[in-house]
C-alpha cells in the first residue's frame, strides 16, 4: 500500500535547498521503489523572493513555525537552518505538536538531544539527525543497526569538510589558508560562521554526538579537547611531509580501561596511513570493534546534495518504519558519574623550535626531554622553509622533534621549560599518531 508522507523543509541554505530538490526530483523514484509519495508541503524561509527564485511553488512558502505545524499534511518538519536559536524553537514546536523531526544540526543535537528527546518521547515522534555527522556519510545508521553487536573501542575520523578541504589545499598545492577557507565557503562546505569549521567547534560537536552513540555514554562536548587549525602553517605541513607525515584534523574517540577519551585537534599521521589520502572535503571514519575488528567509512562530508542524501533517507526511513528508536543511553545534560573521562591523554609529538645557532644548544634541549622523561625518536636542525619570517630568525636554525608517546601533561611542561631556557622559542607543537 503507498504511504502518503508531507514535509516541511525550515530554511532553504545550502542544506534545505539540496533537500527540496532531491524529494521533489525523485518523488517517483521513492514511490517506485519505497511506496512512499512524499510530497513537500511547506517551506519556511525569512526571504520569499529568494525561495521564489529558487522554484518554490508560491502556495508552499511560510514565514512562521505556527503556519507549519498547523498544517494537517505534514508530518515531518526538516530543520536546516542550523545553529540553536530559531532552529531549537522550531523543532521543540514540531515535536510538541506530534511531528517527527529530520535535522542536520549538529551543534543542536550535540547540545538539546537530551531535551529535544524528551519531547519526542512524550508524543511518540522520531528525531533523526543522520545529515549532523559527516554529510552524506551513513555514520550514525552505521552505529545504531551496523556495528551493534559490538562494544566500539576506539574511533578515529576526518569529519570536518572545510578543514580537510584546507589543509589538503595548502600540503597539495601550498595554497593560501585564507583564499582556500573562502573557497570552501563558496562551494557550500562551511558553516554560517566559519569559525566552527576552523576552530574544531563543528567536528567537537559531531565527536560529542557519535561518541555517545558509539560508547553508549553520553559524552557531553564540554569533555572533548580541542585546538583548531587556525594555528597551522605551511611550514610545518611542509616539515611534517619531510618526515613522512601528512596534516589532518582528526577526532579520536576510545573507550578503554581508563575511561573515555575524546579530542579534536591537528595531527599528523603517516603518509602510508589511509586516513592519508582522505582529501578535499571528503570525511573518513575508522572504527574499531572487538568483534567486528577495522571498519572505515568514507565519503562527502559536506555540501548540499551530499547531505541532502542523509536528511532524505531519515525521511524515508522514518516514512517506512512505524516504531521509534531512542538514544542506547540515558540522554542527560552529562555523563552518569561511574564513566570517567581522561584528560591527561596520551600521544607522540612534533615540536618545531626556533634555536640560537650555538654551541650545547641542543645538549641544552635534550635535558629538558630528558628532565621531563620524554624520550625522543628524531630530532634534527632542518634547512629554513618558503615562508619564515628571516629578521626574526636572524642568528636561529630551526630544529625539529618528534617524541615517542608521553602524556599531554607532560610535553606542556617540557614546552614552557624549553621556553625559560630563552635559547630560543618552540614555534609549534602538532601531536602525531602512528
Ligand atoms: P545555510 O546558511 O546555507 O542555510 C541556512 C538557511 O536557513 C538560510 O537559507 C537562512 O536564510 C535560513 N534561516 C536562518 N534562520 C532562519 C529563520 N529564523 N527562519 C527561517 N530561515 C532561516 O546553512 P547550511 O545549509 O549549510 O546548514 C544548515 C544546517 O545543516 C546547519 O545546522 C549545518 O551545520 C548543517 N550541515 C551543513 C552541511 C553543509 O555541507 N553545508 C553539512 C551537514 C550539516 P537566509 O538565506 O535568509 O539567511
Ligand atoms: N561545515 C561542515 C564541514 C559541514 O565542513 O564539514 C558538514 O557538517
Not at 7 to 14: E, K, R
Not at 228 to 246: N, P, Q, S
Not at 295 to 309: K, W
Amino acid at each position: 500500500m503507498i504511504k502518503k508522507i508531507g514535509v516541511a523543509i525550515l530554511g532553504l541554505g545550502v542544506v534545505g535547498g539540496g533537500t527540496y530538490k532531491l524529494l521533489t526530483e525523485h518523488k517517483e523514484y521513492y514511490l517506485k521503489t519505497q511506496n512512499v509519495d512524499i510530497t513537500v508541503e511547506a517551506v519556511l524561509v525569512r526571504n520569499k523572493e529568494k525561495a521564489l527564485a529558487f522554484g518554490v511553488p508560491k502556495n508552499v512558502l511560510c514565514s512562521n513555525i505556527a503556519e507549519v505545524v498547523a498544517n494537517p499534511n505534514v508530518d515531518i518538519v526538516v530543520e536546516t537552518i542550523g545553529g540553536c536559536e530559531a532552529a531549537k524553537e522550531y523543532v521543540l514546536t514540531a515535536l510538541r505538536d506530534g511531528k517527527t523531526v529530520v535535522t542536520a544540526n549538529k551543534e543542536l543535537i550535540c547540545k538539546y538531544s537530551h531535551e529535544l528527546e524528551r519531547v519526542a518521547k512524550r508524543t511518540g515522534c522520531g528525531l533523526y539527525f543522520e545529515a549532523s555527522c559527516v554529510g552524506g556519510v551513513p555514520i550514525i545508521r552505521t552505529l545504531l543497526d551496523g556495528v551493534q553487536a559490538n562494544k566500539v573501542q576506539e574511533m578515529m575520523g576526518i569529519i570536518n569538510g572545510t578543514t580537510n578541504y584546507i589543509l589538503s589545499k595548502m600540503s597539495q598545492e601550498g595554497a593560501d589558508y585564507g583564499e582556500t577557507l573562502k573557497e570552501a565557503q563558496r562551494l557550500g562546505y562551511a558553516e554560517a560562521d566559519p569559525t566552527n569549521d576552523v576552530e574544531g567547534f563543528d567536528a567537537l560537536y559531531k565527536l560529542s554526538i557519535l561518541s555517545s552513540l558509539a560508547f553508549h555514554t553520553k559524552v557531553p562536548y564540554t569533555k572533548i579537547f580541542r585546538e583548531g587549525i587556525t594555528k597551522v602553517t605551511g611550514i610545518d605541513i611542509a616539515y611534517g611531509k619531510d618526515l613522512g607525515y601528512t596534516l589532518k584534523l582528526l577526532a579520536i574517540g576510545k573507550n578503554g580501561e581508563d575511561g573515555v577519551e575524546v579530542r579534536v585537534h591537528p595531527t599528523f599521521i603517516p603518509e602510508t596511513h589511509p586516513l592519508a589520502s582522505v582529501s578535499d572535503s571528503f570525511n573518513a571514519v575508522y572504527l574499531k570493534g572487538d568483534a567486528v575488528g577495522d571498519v572505515m567509512l568514507y565519503g562527502r562530508g559536506a555540501g548540499s546534495f551530499p547531505t541532502a542524501s542523509a536528511v532524505v533517507s531519515d525521511v524515508l526511513y522514518a516514512s517506512t518504519h512505524s516504531e521509534v528508536r531512542y538514544s542506547t543511553f540515558k540522554n542527560t545534560a552529562n555523563a552518569d558519574g561511574s564513566v570517567k573521562f581522561v584528560s591527561d591523554f596520551e600521544s607522540a609529538y612534533y615540536l618545531r623550535l626556533s634555536v640560537d645557532d650555538e654551541a650545547g644548544v641542543l645538549a641544552k634541549i635534550s635535558g629538558v626531554f630528558s628532565k621531563c622523561n620524554i624520550s625522543l625518536v628524531e630530532v634534527s636542525q632542518v634547512s629554513k622553509k618558503k615562508g619564515q619570517n628571516e629578521a626574526e630568525e636572524m642568528g636561529r636554525v630551526p630544529l625539529v622533534i618528534v617524541t615517542h608517546t608521553t602524556k599531554e601533561s607532560l610535553i606542556k611542561n617540557a614546552v614552557a621549560k624549553l621556553n625559560a631556557l630563552k635559547i630560543g622559542e618552540v614555534k609549534a607543537l602538532i601531536r602525531v599518531e602512528r
